[in-house]
């Protein structure tokens, strides 16, 4: 029955649906405002547990364009008679794999949490949550998206609601941080861009009549028609690419060039030191929400799209620079620990350990190895969980308080029990203890990237340590002691707080005890990307830096 509704268009675009009913209620009716935004966000949650269960775990997708599911594909702009630039192909083009469907199921869970979060919000709440509407199609989107054009345009749609999420709804200096965040993202868009036209003008495929089997014929030569075409799957065909084109060839500079401008598009999301700097002051500035939404599922973004794009298209390119992929997760993971050593504001200790834990992706991808590759997307889906409760726990705290000095607290252990209990699972979740979800993710990144990098692997290990150490002191200063008087009327946490915090906890121990259910789903996906990876290499003669 599934298979008859399109239900990536319907998970992406159900938002659209919501915010035409958002604009239709009046700006005083705050509860159904809030709960238009819940029902669609939930509605799309049980939708991608749908799309979960019927996933069939076998087949592969990566550049398989028949192992993809869901499958939704109709021809969209078609031009004809360009001259010497040949004709043009853009699609409508949305399946998943192994590698989306499980970031499809993390957006769907931290976009529900999210608009419970939302409830905090108390000005232009209308307009709120039309942008939050706004910002969730451009979050699925760009998982559904196979048509380069397609992702593309996901992917810018981000920005615009992103920016005056922040700006407008965030802190003191919320312009500065919306600004920044706009313009750093920006940045790697336009280098994206530039990469995506030099893959579009370097390959050709023959398109059909729609519906049927018959290939285009040219109305004056009566040939094959070859179109230019945005299809990813076709970008990572080699034998797709016209010889002599700016990206075809084997290792050329050029192909340096395009993976070098994705991957910057990529690592200024992620962030990667030393495009990271927009982080600290986006999360800080942000709404409790929106912070959960930058963290849980923006980040993501990044890691998705060097597994799905620099890895898919370049793979001769990847391989031979994973040494320096490996080099940067590290210091991702080292220096980002230490910044956030060195916080006395709490959201921003937590801003830059998401810096610090987007480095084992980095490092896990450039394993170049199943294991590796399987603990990089599952400490992407385990790192949005937990962090999405770790940034909904700071919101807590600020709402009662309007500060979030981590020295001026203590004793909160006593005051609000229900508080230290859930903010002791996400920090020993966060710190990779066993029994909690991202132990099994950092588990697999150092058995895969010890494989290929000892030395960098063993470096990487000192995170752990960092990781514990601020976690750790940071619990002690704020629950143990006496609370100070000041703080004395604290309540606990309230059953809409609640509602957001517990199922995240649930899953935090639920996947930590039995990660099976999410191995299944990229297990497949990863050992195809990686075969393929490893296939062209080989035939293109690439090798890895030492």
């Known amino acids: 029955m599934i298979a008859d509704i399109p239900v990536l268009s319907l998970i992406t675009f159900l938002p659209i649906v919501g915010m035409f009913l958002t604009a239709l209620v009046p700006r005083e009716h705050v509860r159904m405002l809030r709960g ?69 199921l993390l957006t769907s869970i931290i976009t529900a949490v999210g608009a419970i979060a939302s409830f905090s919000i108390d000005r232009n709440i209308k307009g709120y949550f ?6 969730d199609v451009g979050m699925m989107g760009t998982f559904c998206a196979l048509d380069f054009f397609m992702f593309y345009i996901f992917w810018e749609l981000m920005l615009l609601p992103m920016y005056f999420l922040i700006g407008i709804w965030g802190g003191a200096r919320r312009e500065y941080a919306a600004m920044k965040f706009f313009l750093y993202t920006l940045l790697g868009s336009v280098f994206m861009l530039l990469v995506m036209i030099g893959l579009f003008f370097s390959n050709q495929v023959m398109m059909f009549v729609p519906g049927t089997h018959q290939v285009i014929l ?31 060839g084997i290792g050329t500079t050029w192909r340096y060039i395009g993976f070098l401008g994705l991957f910057f598009a990529f690592a200024v999301k992620i962030p990667m030191i030393p495009f990271h700097t927009w982080l600290p002051d986006a999360h800080v500035e942000a709404p409790t929400a929106i912070s959960v939404i930058l963290a849980g599922v923006l980040l993501k973004m990044g890691g998705y799209g060097i597994l799905r794009l620099s890895l898919g298209i370049f793979p001769d390119i990847s391989v031979a620079l994973s040494w320096y992929m490996a080099l940067f997760g590290v210091i991702n993971i080292i220096y980002g620990a230490l910044c956030a050593m060195a916080q006395s504001d709490f959201k921003k200790l937590i801003a830059y350990s998401s810096i610090s834990h987007m480095g084992f992706i980095l490092l896990g991808i450039a394993a170049m190895n199943s294991q590796g590759m399987i603990g990089a997307v599952l400490q992407m889906f385990n790192h949005g969980i937990v962090t999405a409760m770790l940034f909904l726990l700071v919101g807590v705290l ?30 020993f979740a ?21 494989q290929t990098w000892q030395t960098f692997t063993i470096i990487a290990t000192l995170g752990i340590i960092l990781t514990a150490a601020y976690f750790l002191t940071t619990l002690q200063r704020m629950f143990y002691g006496t609370i100070p008087e000041k703080w004395s009327h604290l309540t606990d946490v309230s059953a809409r707080e609640l509602v957001s915090l517990l199922p995240l906890a649930a899953l935090v121990i639920a996947l930590g005890i039995y990660p099976g259910p999410i191995i299944d789903l990229t297990t497949t996906s990863v050992n195809a990307l990686v075969t393929f990876v490893h296939s062209h290499t080989l035939m293109q003669g690439a090798v890895i830096v030492p």
């Open 36 to 104: 238009i935004t819940v029902g669609v966000t939930l509605l799309q949650l049980a939708i991608a547990i749908l799309i979960c269960v019927k996933f069939n775990t076998s087949l592969a997708g990566v550049n398989d364009p028949k192992s993809f599911q869901f499958v939704e594909r109709a021809s969209w702009i078609r031009v004809s008679g360009l001259g010497i630039f040949g004709n043009l192909a853009i699609d409508y083009f949305m399946g998943l794999d192994g590698l989306s469907v499980t970031m499809i």
């Open 130 to 135: 039309l942008m939050y509407l706004l910002l």
């Open 218 to 248: 040219s109305p004056l030569t009566h040939r094959p028609e070859l179109y230019h075409t945005f299809s990813m799957l076709r970008m990572m065909d080699p034998s797709a690419m016209i010889p002599g084109s700016i990206f075809g």
């Open 398 to 427: 600020y709402d009662r308080t309007q500060t979030r000095g981590v020295f001026e607290f203590g004793g909160l252990a006593n005051q609000m029990p229900k508080y230290f209990a859930l903010t002791v699972i996400a920090f």
């Open 430 to 450: 966060a710190l990779g203890l066993p029994s909690f979800s991202m132990f099994i993710s950092e588990a697999f990144v150092f058995l895969g990237s010890f």
